[in-house]
């Protein structure tokens, strides 16, 4: 990591973290999902750099990966569970960073969202140059099954790079041997997700997040500016309603098409079982030979 990447990584956690105190704010019953999310969107153009991924918001027993259409009309509610998970990118150099927020009048959620923030407490309190990642992990699992929960064992933190939003270590929220080491002038996220039932999630329902894996086999099949918008990110996340200014059938036929060419995955909401509550806190570190710097903080 050079000067420029640190500082463009320090930048982009800044406004992350900005983000995610504005969001803690707003989340209110009545709001609808797609006004925070488009919101979070806006303000992070408007502050010098671009999304690391489109801002997400999931509630209750959706774990992850709740991303509104560009029609979404669905509003929070009191008694939700609400997570809001945002990245933010300056120059490719990524920050992911993610909060919960109780929306219940009896804060019946409370003891959930503390047990996945004490976890990541404990999680950075172990972070050193040379640290196993099982032990992170460990950390992990000890706080929120302490707190009479359990955490989500096939979600994981990750390292980030640039252009990348998921890279090695993987970091599981339990103690999984031969995961890794972390070294110094790594950058990752630390993300422990708590919940009320079993704590294994699966896929389910429609996808509005994607990303470009590879170029596309077919490209004069597909609409130039569609095609031209998509590869600007890059092979960063993308939404649909990152599209709203160009035709949407267009949108649509490229997505399709290039879902079929094995260019672009989908990526549905991440769900625990029906009436189960699962909270989410995360992070994102610089680990350097002697100090561990939160650039979410």
């Known amino acids: 990591m050079d000067a420029y990447a640190i500082e463009c990584s320090r930048k982009a956690g800044r406004i992350a973290s900005e983000c995610r105190e504005w969001a803690k704010q707003n989340i209110q019953p009545g709001v609808t999902i797609r006004s925070v999310l488009e919101t979070i969107e806006d303000q992070i153009r408007a502050k010098g750099a671009q999304p690391g991924f489109p801002a997400q918001s999931s509630r209750n027993y959706v774990a992850a990966h709740y991303c509104s259409s560009p029609e979404d009309e669905q509003a929070y509610a009191e008694g939700d569970c609400v997570k809001v998970d945002i990245g933010v990118h300056v120059d490719g150099y990524i920050a992911d960073t993610a909060a919960t927020v109780d929306l219940s009048s009896d804060k019946r959620w409370t003891p959930l969202v503390d047990a996945s ?18 032990d992170i992990g460990a950390a992990i699992e000890r706080t929120i ?119 672009l995955v989908r990526y549905p909401p991440l769900i625990e079982d029906e009436g189960v509550m699962v909270a989410q806190y995360e992070h994102s570190i610089y680990l350097t030979e002697d100090s561990v710097e939160i650039l979410t903080a």
């Open 117 to 134: 923030r004490r976890a990541l407490d404990a999680a950075i309190a172990t972070v050193k140059d040379g640290v196993q990642v099982s």
């Open 145 to 263: 099954l302490a707190a009479g929960f359990q955490p989500v064992r096939n979600l994981t933190g990750h390292g980030l790079a640039r252009w990348k939003v998921h890279t090695a270590p993987q970091i599981p929220n339990y103690a999984e041997r031969g995961a890794g080491t972390l070294r110094a002038g790594m950058i990752f996220a630390i993300e422990p997700f708590a919940s009320t039932g079993r704590g294994y999630i699966r896929e389910a329902g429609k996808a509005e997040v994607f990303m470009m894996v590879r170029p596309p086999a077919k490209a004069k099949a597909l609409d130039r500016d569609v095609l031209k918008a998509i590869e600007a990110w890059r092979g960063l996340p993308i939404a649909r309603r990152y599209f709203r200014h160009l035709d949407r059938d267009a949108v649509e036929d490229a997505f399709t098409k290039l879902a079929r060419q094995g260019s």
